[in-house]
């Protein structure tokens, strides 16, 4: 029972997730350039080939930016709503152009995809659930608001990349315009440190082993200050700063909090062939 997980980029620069076992893996989003995707694997020891597919949570250009040259340079199949492509300005090959609906699951021998709404200003936004061996991850970014889907969702993760794009008070006092504070903060903007905070301590299942605070805003926001106001609630919940420059060392979910350690060298998969 065990998933391979890594941020390769967290933030309005670019995002990109990694999901796998030792066989298939999925990447959440493809935010940055397919160059700098292939160099971050390549670090991690990860290899394109146990990629079976990229999913698409909206069209902002932060998480398509890589899709287009990844999808034809390695035949990668991009599930995509038919809303969020039209507003996307992609073009992709109709064979490698795929969809999905809320709550059907999309299987990969070991892996499945769920995706489900949230609010978020974009034409039709969702996040994912990315299961396997029993356990789930969540990756739940670019979220205004905690409805009812992202709490459930949360519930059933063993690991979760949660945004935590800002702090209210450094946005409050910063040099944002007032146009833009506004939307950061809305009910389809992004989460604060302290909403993130509060479905982390009201709605964290007591098997979590890990949170990734993730798309942290580079002006109104500070990883310190965030990942000490999580550790204080966090009990046996390892907290990580997904960064918006580099990406997280492999963390190895196995459901027992004794062995989910980051894996620093190439993971058990590869050589036994991972605002």
């Known amino acids: 029972m065990s998933l391979f997980i890594t941020s390769l980029n967290s933030g309005s620069n670019g995002n990109c997730y990694y999901i796998g076992n030792n ?25 394109m080939d146990k990629i079976k597919a990229i999913f698409i ?10 899709v287009e040259v990844l999808s034809r340079k390695f035949n990668l199949p991009v599930y995509i709503t038919p809303i969020t492509l039209k507003h996307s300005g992609m073009f992709l090959l109709p064979e490698l152009n795929r969809t999905f609906t809320a709550y059907n699951e999309i299987t990969f ?18 996040s994912f659930i990315v299961s396997g061996n029993g356990i789930n991850i969540g990756v739940l970014t670019d979220i205004g608001s905690a409805c009812e889907h992202v709490i459930n969702n949360f519930k059933e993760c063993h690991a979760a990349f949660l945004e935590t794009n800002y702090d209210e008070q450094m946005l409050e006092t ?14 389809k903007g992004h989460l604060s440190n302290k909403q993130a905070l509060e479905i982390f301590v009201n709605h964290r299942p007591e098997f979590m082993s890990h949170v990734f605070l993730s798309h942290l805003s580079r002006d109104n926001n500070d990883a310190q200050l965030v990942k000490d106001l999580f550790l204080k ?28 350690e980051p894996v620093l060298q190439q993971p058990t998969f590869v050589q036994m062939s991972l605002f």
């Open 109 to 126: 021998g070991g892996l499945t995809v769920k995706a489900f709404p949230k609010f978020h200003d974009a034409s039709d936004p969702y």
């Open 233 to 260: 609630h966090a009990g046996k919940t390892d907290v990580i700063v997904a960064s918006r420059d580099n990406e997280t060392d492999i963390y190895h979910i196995t459901g027992n909090k004794v062995i989910s």
């Open 23 to 47: 066989e298939e893996a999925v990447l959440i989003d493809a935010g940055i350039s397919c160059r700098e995707t292939e160099k971050r694997m390549k670090r991690l020891g990860l290899t």
């Open 174 to 187: 910063g040099h944002y315009p007032y146009y833009l504070k506004q939307r950061v903060s809305s009910d």
């Open 57 to 66: 949570s909206h069209e902002h250009s932060d998480h398509i930016r890589g």
